[in-house]
């Protein structure tokens, strides 16, 4: 049987637990938690109350603090751990990796020090571990899944991409349930990029409905957004057709529309004119685009590619500067074709 083992037990991490307890083929499932306050709720309520409320956790899944114990035999490990700790935790993680194991981020962010991605990250830290072939053991899944909706077992679709085509067909058979249906690509740099820059214009998004705007500024910045995400992404060596599939223009959508998505929430309280500092601290979970977006535009300054709505989500969060000059100034840039 095949033992996954899950790092982080927010949201996402809880409900991927929840989603591999009931795949087509059995599981040995270990989840790890950092806080051992909440793991310990979790071993004896069986039920993640802080950040996946009403949702049972099968007595399938190891729920553990100690992160040896939890790696302990491991054949895939999934990273759901927030970008800015990742480097941190899989470096703990080293010790119990060998070249055989399989390991899938499940993180949508960049490094705010490094501007990597998450699966650079993985490479860098398990380079002592394995031979530097280890990039074809590392998959990305990503695409239109809110945790809430995809624990309780509505039909999500997601997008699982890796350099290696029999790992992703792999975890393809290993991760299938019956509400939850993934697709494979191996372009894992758009699939990344795609999920990192959809949580920027989901801020932008919430701002707009901060703002008290109304649907046809919403179509614009879905639609603006996607060209502007595709413009960085296949200049970066991405493919097109990568942003318009589930991990680009799904996520975006849901995403800047979906009253649970956690950067679409940061967006809609700075619009009202709330403190970025005061808005995050009471948020119990992690909004990837407000540490996103200051890297993606270095990213994007480095490559001399123009993301005017980055650029301003940006402006917004760290410079001060309100929604309301934010649109003004997008709407006085010079006219263009399309």
């Not at 996946?52 to 999934?78: C, D, K, M, R, Y």
């Not at 619009?271 to 993606?296: F, H, Q, S, W």
């Not at 005017?308 to 929604?323: M, W, Y």
């Not at 309301?324 to 006085?332: E, F, G, N």
Request: aromatic residues 4%; glycine residues 8%.
């Amino acid at each position: 049987m095949t033992k996954i083992a899950i790092l982080g037990a927010g949201s996402w991490g809880t409900a991927l637990a929840v989603i591999l307890s009931r795949a087509r083929k059995p599981h040995e499932i270990s989840l790890w938690v950092h806080s051992p306050s909440l793991a310990e709720s979790l071993r004896t309520q069986r039920e993640n109350k802080t950040y996946l409320p009403g949702v049972a956790l099968s007595t399938a899944i190891q729920v553990t603090h100690n992160l040896s114990e939890a790696l302990s035999g491991a054949h895939v490990i999934v990273g759901a751990v927030p970008s800015v700790h990742a480097r941190s935790i899989y470096s703990q993680a080293l010790p119990h990796v060998s070249w055989e194991t399989i390991v899938v981020s499940a993180t949508k962010g960049l490094e705010p020090a490094t501007h990597l991605r998450m699966s650079k990250v993985i490479v860098q830290c398990m380079a002592q571990a394995a031979s530097t072939s280890f990039s074809k053991r590392i998959a990305v899944l990503s695409g239109p899944s809110f945790a809430m909706e995809a624990a309780r077992g509505e039909p999500t679709a997601v997008v699982l991409a890796a350099e290696d085509g029999a790992v992703a067909a792999q975890l393809q058979e290993e991760f299938a349930a019956p509400s939850f249906r993934l697709y494979t690509n191996d372009d894992v740099l758009g699939v990344e990029l795609a999920g990192a820059m959809k949580n920027v214009m989901a801020i932008a998004a919430g701002a707009c409905q901060g703002l008290g705007l109304g649907s046809n500024p919403l179509a614009a910045l879905i639609t603006r957004g996607l060209a502007e995400m595709s413009r960085l992404a296949v200049a970066l060596g991405a493919r097109a057709e990568t942003l318009g599939g589930l991990a680009g223009l799904g996520d975006l959508v849901l995403t800047c529309t979906g009253s649970l998505s956690r950067n679409r929430f940061v967006g809609i309280e700075l619009g009202k004119g709330c403190r970025l500092p005061d808005i995050l601290a009471n948020m119990r979970m992690v909004a990837e685009g407000v540490e996103t977006a200051a890297p993606l535009l270095a990213l994007a300054r480095e490559h001399e590619i123009e993301m005017p709505i980055t650029e301003q989500v940006d402006a917004i969060l760290h410079r001060g500067k309100s929604p309301k000059d934010a649109i003004r100034d997008i709407m006085d840039r010079p006219l263009k074709r399309e």
